[in-house]
């Protein structure tokens, strides 16, 4: 066999052998090599693809995915890269129905009450200059071929044989194997795993595009025109925006051949003239049907499943992307706390009861708001361009309906309330939920969150007997002296919260219990003291 093009050195350069093996290199992968190399887990990451995505694909960040971006710094940058959209307006039949503020709705939810705009590529090579900057390379052009795991508990394992792009075939062991390699994913296929689903009789397409003049200030556009649904998102300078719609074409193609020799010109553009919106020149343009499905299990023994290889579903809500990020997150610390012993390997069961649940969710959920948005006939036509857009408008008035739209489309909302890994309820805050955002004298009690670490708030005065705990298990103790607007938040002057490294809140007791808190770790074979000399 011959050596990788331009790694004659190979041996001596890496090990074939690795913690965690990541195949595919878009966000979900690479979010998911940075947080384990935070947490000293070493990680190779492959993808069949010579060269980085240069389409702007996905494009929104949402703010629950700028709260872990946090963690590791990472939130500044993307925010000041991205486009901040604090507006939504709906239109129908060339009149704007309704103007939704998200920015005043989401300032008491979240440091990020906005939806910002990021396109995909952008996104993509700032994450992997992360990783270059900690020595960690993407390695392209480099497929997997095949895996054996190997699950038996003293000796798990997956070998995996992978194949660089000139040629060589290289034999790979890990103690994991993630797959993040895309709805057409490798790692399912070998797997075997069930793909249940379906796909959409509509043809969906996106394009990104320049405009004579885009007189959206920065906020996003929802048109509803007859049968037609147009997404707009403005994203850069001089007029440059994303269109999202599943308007028929003027020729109705037949097969997905013909489906992807559409081009813009072939698109009925009766909603885009409606709002206004001259097209000067067409960058990128894809048409597609869309599927929703959900693999059987994301977890297979040594091998799991996450992001688009795992779950897929309508682009409606900007969520996919988001999603992917947030499995990629949930599952690094758990497998950094098995690999370091700190859990057992049965922690990582709860990938399953926490991300899979939600993704099943998430795709009835998108499965309802693609329906209706494409739902065909006059009554359809009706509810959407004269009913939906006037019920939206008086509700947006009713703070609760607001409160409850922003964090459903900001995944704020999200929990897991029913995981094996949750214990506790005081008032209103359920153990699994994210932590209550509280702003007070310019600064916030997210602060903490920086770091990817096991910590306890309390609100108020902890007492000696848990700050030793604390101490004994190295978690670190953060206290806030009581305010009124930690109660306004839900919060109880004095309860434990003990968060997970995700920053979900773990256990929630309303005294200082430290039985509740040890009958927790115990349970679950957490051995957090070992952090102190691992």
Known sequence: MTSPEGASTLSKTKSNATEVLIVGAGPTGLVQALWLNEQGIKVRIIDKSAQAGSQSRALVVQARTLELYRQLGLADKVVQEGYRSAGINLWSQG???????????????????????????????????????????????????????????????????????????????????????????????????????????????????????????????????????????????????RLVSSVSPKRTPTTEADIKALTFKDIDTTALDSIGIKVTSVNWFSSYKVHHRVTDHFRHGSVFLIGDAAHVHSPAGGQGMNTGIGDAINLAWKLAAVLKGQAPDTILDSIESERRVFAHKLVDTTDRLFKFVTAQGALADFVRTHIAPTVVKFSWHNDFVREMLFKTISQTQMNYADSELSFGTVGDIHAGERLPYVQFDKQDNYDSLRMISWQLHVYGEPTAALQQWCEFNNINLITFVWRDEFATAGLTKDAIYLLRPDSYIAVVCANADISVLDNYLESRGFKLYSLATS
């Not at 997956?158 to 993630?178: M, P, W």
């Not at 057409?184 to 959409?200: E, H, I, Q």
């Open 95 to 241: 009149k704007k129905r309704a103007h939704l503020t998200l920015g005043e709705m989401g300032k008491t939810i979240t440091p990020y009450p906005f939806i910002l705009i990021y396109p995909q590529d952008k996104h993509e090579k700032l994450l992997e200059q992360e990783l270059a900057n900690r020595q960690i390379i993407v390695e392209r052009g480099v497929e997997l071929i095949d895996f054996v795991s190997q699950d038996t508990t003293d000796t798990a394992k997956v070998t995996a044989k992978i194949r660089h792009k000139n040629g060589y075939e290289e034999s790979v062991i890990s103690r994991f194997l993630v797959g993040c390699d895309g709805a057409s994913s490798t790692v399912r296929k070998t797997l075997n795993a069930d793909f249940a689903g379906g796909t959409y009789e509509q043809i969906f397409f996106v394009a990104d595009v320049d405009t004579s003049v885009n007189p959206f200030e920065g906020e996003i556009q929802v048109v509803f025109e007859g049968a037609d649904f147009l997404l707009v998102m403005p994203y850069g300078e001089h007029g440059t925006i």
